[in-house]
């Protein structure tokens, strides 16, 4: 555990020395929980952008694109339950003044005992070798079970709680379970209260009176109130979705692990409207449809989960999150969830307007229900890099870090590198970048050794190294060097742009859907 966090601090600091992430208004000491996306890391979360796009809108003809505002109308809010509801539950420790998540404390609890499990299976598993048997073992073993049975009480005990929005006994469960403050070490604790997450502020001047209005905390209610704008206008018929890319906004209290947990984020949000009656067989769809995006990216099905909720939101009959192994755990980057009709519904209550869809073929109207797909962008990035980052040690002895980003999402698809600065190994290397950079983002470099030159373009993920030497003057040919294997072939310069789309164009990552 120590060393995948070893792993996750190289990985922030690789992000920053390599142009990915920077932590936002850094000069002025940073603000908590905001970042910047520096030259590589723009490129990468455009072509993540891209290729969520390409595979809702452009593959699916009753799926079509929406741009709505971020400012929206604050009753919005209070119909989506956001006002409400969209709180988390707060303690502080009256010693350290620090302020804590009631449910983080204790779900890190939980995490405790599955770690003690988790530890004495891994030592079992070590003194039998290849004839230990997991299962057998978890549900023999004395100290197994007595972890087990306490972290199910405590599971249970919060659960209950957490449903029943009852604030006293989860206070009570952090004293009980002993919980101190990470920073004081005191158990001393105020109560739990309520804390709403959406960040406010006021439009219009304060002689007519001003409007408190939301940052949006979710892109989707964008979505619902157009939903009627654009089945009339673009005459769909159900089912059909709308989809959506833009900035969503959340005071988070517990902002940690880097780009995982935002202030500040963005969302890729499908609403897919279906006739009531029929979400349960689209919920079932887009789970594998979804997985299937995740999975051709190459980064090895194993990597990814799902975990089916068993505690669902009010409005909803069924929830999903595939969740991607990160080095701190497996973790959410994409939440499904069958919603019902519960936010048309609400919007039409509180708009007091008809927003129902009339059937043709049924010859009637009626509230369509929904199925979402919301995935972070960051969170998205965040897993790629982490899928991506490896440390070799190399056969002379040298070591390398490389980004083995696939190579349809790196943000430089090949390198032009002369390998003198003279001779007019230079001039051709430039020639090949003005025919190629209208097919693919190039760099040109010709600084420091042709070693050193390899391994930037490793770290930052570059699939393509294309070397000009001195037989590139006698035959037009060039060396291309390929990142994760490092092995190189001659080839005619000719052949470059061939070669290249055929591995870095999204139109394949596509095509495998
Ligand atoms: N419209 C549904 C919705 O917003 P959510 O589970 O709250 O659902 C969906 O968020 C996705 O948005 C998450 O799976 C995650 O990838 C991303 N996300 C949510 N909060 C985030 C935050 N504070 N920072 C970064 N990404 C976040």
Redesign the pocket.
Known sequence: MAQQEDVFKKIVSHCKEYGFVFPSSEIYDGLGAVYDYGQMGVELKNNIKKYWWDAMVRLNENIVGLDSAIFMHPTIWKASGHVDAFNDPLIDNKDSKKRYRADVLIEDEIAKYDDKINKEVEKAAKRFGDSFDEAQFRSTNARVLEHQAKRDALHGRYSKALNANDLEELRQIILDEGIACPISGTRNWTEVRQFNLMFSTEMGSTTEGSMKVYLRP?T?QGIFVNYLNVQKTGRMKLPFGIAQIGK?F?N?IVARQF?????E?E?M?MQFFVKPGTELEWFAKWKQTRLKWHEALGMGDKKYRFHDHDKLAHYANAAT?IEFEMPFGFK????I?SRTNFDLSSHEKYSGKNIRYFDPELNESYVPYVI?T???V??MFLSIICGAYKEEVLENGESRVVLQLPAALAPVKLAVLPLVKKDGLPEIARDIIKDLKFEFNCQYDEKDSIGKRYRRQDAIGTPYCITVDHQTLDDKTVTIRYRDSMLQERVSIDALNGIIADKVNIKNLLKAL
């Open positions: 979710e989707a969503a959340r988070e780009i995982f947990r935002m202030r984020f969302q949000e999150d959410e980057v994409e939440g969830h979402e919301s995935i972070g960051d969170r």
